[in-house]
């Protein structure tokens, strides 16, 4: 079992979720259940597997039923509380919330995500950086739905039919440390695009951290129906 430093995360759960409607029209898309659990009780425990032992969740919409949901949810040494937005802040300005409660390196996971992601590697090497963030990616292939030709004056030299494209993509999980927190606005809409352009405009360094094992965005329909799916395989409970 990996060991625990009582880290804190904040998972970001306040979006409307409006691409899985009808079904985040009664529940919160961190609620919807896979398998035999909600999504966010997946993300909990995989982290608390991982030694978080303080999560904080940002909430703006349904806010209610997460706060039913926490009270139900009891894990030993586990602390989980709720840090209300008044007003949609995006993913990075529900952190100006918490600036006091921020002190130490900190995870930041979006809240639509499944994944069996090492925690402590990303810590580790997230702590061990010099610059403030560390974005976790994931290299994914995506269909090309089109003939790509390669060609050398007007002659086609190369053909290849429908192949796909390898991406890196950002996970949605991220290691920071308390400096960041400088440079998020207060009561602003502020996205992590919108932190990491301002980062690189001010030539602050970004650290990438590539990860390996399985993730899964849940924001359209075709991919809430997958993590049903692929739940027993990544994510039930052994016994």
């Not at 398998?35 to 909430?59: M, P, T």
């Not at 993509?169 to 695009?193: E, N, Q, R, V």
């Not at 590539?210 to 739940?231: F, H, P, R």
């Amino acid at each position: 079992m990996p060991r625990g430093r009582g880290r804190t995360v904040v998972i970001l759960a306040g979006g409307l979720g409006r691409r899985l409607k009808p079904f985040t029209e009664t529940i919160p898309k961190p609620l919807l259940p896979v398998g035999e659990k909600s999504i966010l009780e997946i993300q909990i425990r995989h982290l608390a597997k991982y030694g978080f032992k303080d999560v904080i969740i940002a909430v703006y919409y349904k806010t209610g039923h997460i706060q039913s949901f926490i009270q139900t949810l009891k894990i030993p040494g586990l602390t989980i509380s709720l840090s209300q937005e008044p007003k949609p802040l995006g993913t990075c300005g529900p952190l100006s919330l918490l600036r006091d409660r921020l002190t130490e390196p900190f995870l930041v996971v979006n809240g639509d995500i499944l994944s069996n992601i090492d925690y402590t590697k990303l810590y580790d090497f997230g702590s061990a950086r010099e610059s403030f963030l560390t974005v976790a990616t994931k290299k994914i292939l995506t269909p090309f739905n089109f003939g790509k030709v390669t060609t050398r004056d007007d002659a086609i030299v190369d053909i290849q039919e429908k192949p796909d494209l390898e991406l890196e993509i950002l996970a949605g999980i991220y290691l920071m440390k308390p400096g960041i927190l400088s440079l998020i606005p207060d009561d602003t809409y502020f996205g992590i695009d919108h932190l990491m352009k301002k980062m690189l405009a001010e030539s602050l360094a970004i650290s990438r951290y590539l990860m390996t094992e399985y993730w899964l965005d849940i924001g359209t329909l075709e991919s809430y129906n997958e993590a049903q799916v692929v739940y027993k395989k990544h994510f039930a409970e052994k016994r």
